[in-house]
């Protein structure tokens, strides 16, 4: 991991965990002495928060252990996990308030708001608000989820703590107590986030498809080299934030010498290491007939085939082998399409009859990146 993104990710994390303290401390106080329900939550919520960042920082220094034999691509995994935790303590925290919220809505308990109660509040509130935009600042500048994460509760705590001072005004102007309605409510929005950070997290976790702006630039990127005429089937393995380990399919002429392809491949893997960042350990070969018009026409023919049919993003790797009489190509069929074998068949029976003399070989490849 990069030493400078480690250092300011536990940095920021160590602020975080300052501030949520010492507020947890103040509204655990003043919700005492107010036997204020909504305080008190808000009290443990800045507890849970801190524990947040206590984790953040333990997921960032596992991280970033160097790679070993057991595990050669590193640990940076480790970030999607404790992402993962973080989420499921701001589901954990927004569940909590709403059950609070219900039992003090079913069992009314009268507080006794004063204006050093608003001050605590509106200082919480202002903190909050600054600590998030910090927070998740940080996480977008160096990449981290668990930052991003623990920004976006921060912002959820200071709307929380906006109800509760809301419900404390009224309270104090028309002893109308609604500070466990407007929790409750507010709860559910604390729910939704956290469950949109959890689904962020597990589909990191689960292996996400490319970012389309990522993989065009590379592949636009690849055949800028002038011998290549096609870049395909882009994979990049995510190992932790901002590791990518991948591999891509070129196209280039069938007149080309193995040396001449071994220059443009290591050409290629310096160029995208050194503006993406991404590694790409293996770049495949897919020959292009440039030897004969009868090879172009067939082709032709096969492309139309294909593309009669609705469902069908790409066909590429075309190669005639005129010696053994064999075909290769490779179709990606949409996701979208219910029953993709059925398809591929459908297909594959088709050029098989139009080409009889020939033996066919389609790879049905996956969508994974635009």
Not at 66 to 71: E, I, L, R
Not at 92 to 114: C, M, N, Q, R
Not at 342 to 347: A, N, Q, V
Request: glycine content about 6%; proline content about 1%.
């Amino acid at each position: 991991m990069n030493n400078s993104r480690e250092k300011t990710i536990i940095r920021t994390s160590v602020i975080s965990i300052f501030a949520n303290i010492v507020l947890a401390g103040f509204k655990a106080f003043v919700g005492l002495l107010s036997n204020s329900i909504a305080i008190i939550s808000d009290a443990v919520n800045n507890t849970s928060d801190a524990l947040s960042s206590i984790i953040t920082i333990a997921g960032t220094k596992l991280a970033g252990k160097a790679p070993d034999k057991k595990h050669p691509y590193g640990y940076g995994r480790i970030e999607y996990i404790t992402s993962s935790i973080i989420s499921c303590i701001v589901l954990y925290a927004g569940i909590t308030s709403l059950v609070e919220s219900i039992k003090k809505i079913i069992h009314p308990e009268a507080a006794d708001y004063s204006i050093i109660t608003l001050i605590i509040l509106i200082s919480g509130i202002i903190v909050k608000f600054i600590l998030g935009i910090f927070v998740k600042k940080k996480g977008k500048d160096v990449n981290s989820d668990s930052l991003v994460a623990s920004g976006s509760d921060a912002f959820n705590d200071a709307i929380l703590s906006i109800s509760v001072l809301i419900s404390a005004v009224i309270y104090m102007l028309f002893k109308i107590s609604l500070e466990a309605y407007v929790g409750a409510v507010l709860s559910v929005f604390i729910i939704k986030s956290g469950l949109e950070l959890v689904k962020e997290s597990v589909d990191n976790i689960l292996g996400a498809r490319i970012e389309s702006d990522l993989a065009n630039n590379i592949k636009m990127e690849i055949i800028k080299e002038p011998d290549v005429q096609g870049a395909f089937d882009l994979i990049l393995n995510n190992y932790g934030p901002d590791k990518y380990l991948g591999s891509v399919h070129i196209e280039v002429s069938d007149t080309l010498t193995v040396a001449e392809v071994d220059k443009i491949s290591r050409k290629i893997t310096k160029t995208i290491m050194e503006k993406y960042g991404v590694i790409l350990h293996t770049i495949g070969v897919y020959s292009v007939n440039t030897q004969d018009e009868k090879t172009a026409k067939i082709q032709k023919e096969i492309h139309a085939i294909v593309f009669s049919h609705n469902g069908i993003l790409q066909m590429h790797g075309f190669y005639l082998d005129e010696a053994e009489k064999i075909i290769s190509f490779d179709i990606i069929i949409d996701f979208s399409i219910k029953n993709r074998e059925e398809l591929y068949k459908t297909i594959y029976d088709e050029i098989q009859q139009n080409f009889a003399d020939y033996k066919i070989n389609i790879t049905l490849d996956v969508d994974i990146s635009d």
